[in-house]
């Protein structure tokens, strides 16, 4: 069964950082490209970032462009966000979604983060 | 960026009912939408993909259908597990979503 895990959101200043891990289990992680998705309260869904099977490229919202870093460790089965310079407006559920030919067929429950002082 | 409008943003229907939402994408995407299902507390699901392919395990009451740049999700039969919030996602250029459509109880 595929899982996707995610942690490490809370609540911050502005200003601030975090980063955020999504554990994946029940399918062969290293073959995946994976994707980060958010969705603001009252808001719609936003997809922040991606990174391919092996690294080799990496794309952002404009939004997080050069705050946000999306990395993964396929020895670990683990996809990583690290977000700095938190904005008021990155308060919201971050998901982690499984990409590949179907593009985001399995997503993990989500993690909150908020921003606010 | 391809835009993605969802309609209509909140639906009652009675048991039994047909349903169908639609997304309208800004340019033409082929067939590279998908439609999932969210209830509260969960992680979205995957319910059809590129348009109008059954995800794998998802009830056959759910189908979808599309034309140039109009998509339709239809429940043939409305049972009370489908109460839930639905969206479209298009994955022809970058990912963009529908805004998402409530659907409750009449």
């Known amino acids: 069964e595929v899982q996707l895990v995610e942690s490490g959101g809370g609540l911050v200043q502005p200003g601030s950082s975090l980063k955020l891990s999504c554990v994946a289990s029940g399918f062969t992680f290293s073959s995946y490209n994976m994707h980060w998705i958010r969705q603001a309260p009252k808001k719609g869904l936003e997809w922040i970032a991606l990174i391919y099977y092996d690294s080799s490229n990496k794309y952002y919202a404009d939004s997080v462009k050069g705050r946000f870093t999306i990395s993964r460790d396929n020895s670990k089965n683990t996809l990583y966000l690290e977000m700095n310079s938190l904005r008021s407006e990155d308060t919201a559920m971050y998901y982690c979604?499984?990409?590949?030919?179907?593009?985001?067929?399995?997503w993990g429950q989500g993690v909150m983060v908020t921003v606010s002082s | 960026d391809i835009q993605v409008t969802q309609s209509p943003s909140s639906l009652l229907a009675s048991l039994g009912e047909r349903v169908t939402i639609t997304c309208q994408t800004s340019?033409?995407?082929?067939?590279?939408l998908n439609w999932y299902q969210q209830k509260p507390g969960q992680a979205p699901m995957l319910l059809i993909y590129y348009a109008t392919s059954l995800q794998t395990g998802m009830p056959s009451r759910f189908s979808g259908q599309y034309s140039g740049r109009s998509f339709t999700l239809t429940i043939t039969s409305l049972e009370p597990e489908d109460i839930a919030n639905y969206f479209c996602?298009?994955?022809?250029?970058?990912?963009?979503f529908g805004s998402g459509t409530k659907l409750e109880i009449k």
């Open positions: 996602l298009q994955h022809y250029s970058a990912l963009t």
């Open positions: 979604a499984r990409g590949g030919y179907k593009e985001a067929d399995y």
């Open positions: 340019q033409s995407i082929s067939n590279n």
